[in-house]
């Protein structure tokens, strides 16, 4: 898409960019036509925005938010047979020197889930 100043855009930019004028199109109260024709923009394209954002603008973007999430505290164990302990809540992990990644993930996330 190319802007009046002949700027591309990118895709999050049209996104809301075609959001915007859908809410204003929205609070306009006049129809898709008359709105389209007055903002210098194709009524198919505006259709097609329109219907790939069910009409609402409220999910553009990215929105971040806050996810509790438990600490994992670990210390290095001067013991050779175990290297590395992690304490994930009330459970504590002793990782040996040969450990197995994909054990240990699949422990880890098992963890998480409970």
């Given at each position: 898409?190319?802007?009046?100043?002949?700027?591309?855009?990118?895709?999050?930019?049209?996104?809301?960019?075609?959001?915007?004028?859908?809410?204003?199109?929205?609070?306009?109260?006049?129809?898709?036509?008359?709105?389209?024709?007055?903002?210098?923009?194709?009524?198919?394209?505006?259709?097609?925005?329109?219907?790939?954002?069910?009409?609402?603008?409220?999910?553009?973007?990215v929105?971040?938010?806050?996810?509790?999430?438990?600490?994992?505290?670990?210390?290095?164990?001067?013991?050779?047979?175990?290297?590395?302990?992690?304490?994930?809540?009330?459970?504590?992990?002793?990782?040996?020197?040969?450990?197995?990644?994909?054990?240990?993930?699949?422990?880890?996330?098992?963890l998480?889930?409970?």
């Amino acid at each position: 898409m190319v802007g009046h100043s002949g700027r591309f855009y990118n895709r999050v930019e049209k996104r809301r960019i075609w959001s915007k004028h859908i809410e204003d199109w929205r609070e306009s109260g006049k129809s898709q036509a008359q709105y389209c024709r007055e903002q210098g923009l194709s009524a198919k394209l505006f259709y097609y925005w329109k219907n790939k954002n069910n009409g609402n603008s409220s999910d553009v973007g990215v929105k971040l938010v806050p996810v509790d999430m438990p600490r994992i505290k670990y210390h290095f164990s001067e013991e050779v047979e175990s290297p590395l302990v992690l304490v994930v809540r009330q459970y504590r992990v002793e990782v040996g020197e040969r450990f197995d990644s994909s054990t240990l993930a699949r422990l880890l996330n098992t963890l998480d889930r409970i």
